[in-house]
T-cell receptor
Framework: NAGVTQTPKFRILKIGQSMTLQCTQD?????MYWYRQDPGMGLKLIYY???????DKGEVPNGYNVSRSTTEDFPLRLELAAPSQTSVYFC????????????????FGDGTRLSIL | AQSVAQPEDQVNVAEGNPLTVKCTYS??????LFWYVQYPNRGLQFLLK??????LVKGSYGFEAEFNKSQTSFHLKKPSALVSDSALYFC????????????FGGGTRLMVKP
């Protein structure tokens, strides 16, 4: 059982370039999330999705876009890379059945370390 | 708005001694509380959660946490620390009336020395 898989593991971009961070999960989870982790700052939610075709902004969505065409995949796109987007990006997923059962833990991938120079 | 505070950037303990990693939270409704651990170059791994019921929650690897509503705290504890417990620990909260966002604390690095 692979869980949450993120690719690539490392990437260096030049300012202004674009790229897509890939995330796929094989647990049939309906909820998926993208976070960024900066040193000493914990994790900040970028975007999340409650199911295929549905996405919503998190705390820090500017400069990013997402799509959710399938249950398994939730790619994150950077259109115009900026130095402020240098970070470690984590994808996560969880399973939720009803509104009052949104208490299941999130399962995380191992992250993508992105540097923008 | 919901928030989490982990007041200690680092906690140092000797192997075999008890450990405590502190967490306080703020929510408008009832909290769902979580502890995660992160090892180097890995994603976060779930340790335990409090949803309702007993204030003492037991989780993975011998860890437990005590929910204290009056002090709005959810401290992580372990009776006897292992060197392999050395890692970064995150507390997180979700307000059960505030939708889908989980708010994380800034993390506490636990160093267990032999």
């Amino acid at each position: 059982n692979a869980g949450v898989t993120q690719t690539p593991k490392f990437r260096i971009l030049k300012i202004g370039q674009s790229m897509t961070l890939q995330c796929t999960q094989d647990m049939n989870h309906n909820y998926m999330y993208w976070y960024r982790q900066d040193p000493g700052m914990g994790l900040k939610l970028i975007y999340y999705s409650v199911g295929a075709g549905i996405t919503d902004k998190g705390e820090v969505p500017n400069g990013y876009n997402v799509s959710r065409s399938t249950t398994e995949d939730f790619p994150l796109r950077l259109e115009l890379a900026a130095p402020s987007q240098t970070s470690v990006y984590f994808c996560a997923s969880s399973y939720r059945t009803t509104f009052r059962q949104n208490n299941q833990p999130q399962h995380f991938g191992d992250g993508t370390r992105l540097s923008i120079l | 708005a919901q928030s989490v505070a982990q007041p200690e950037d680092q906690v140092n303990v000797a192997e075999g001694n008890p450990l405590t990693v502190k967490c306080t939270y703020s929510v408008s409704g009832n909290p769902y509380l979580f502890w995660y651990v992160q090892y180097p170059n890995r994603g976060l791994q779930f340790l335990l959660k409090y949803i309702t019921g007993d204030n003492l929650v037991k989780g993975s690897y011998g860890f437990e946490a005590e929910f204290n509503k009056s002090q709005t705290s959810f401290h992580l504890k372990k009776p006897s620390a292992l060197v392999s417990d050395s890692a970064l620990y995150f507390c997180a909260v979700r307000d059960n009336n505030a939708g889908n966002m989980l708010t994380f604390g800034g993390g506490t690095r636990l160093m267990v020395k032999p």
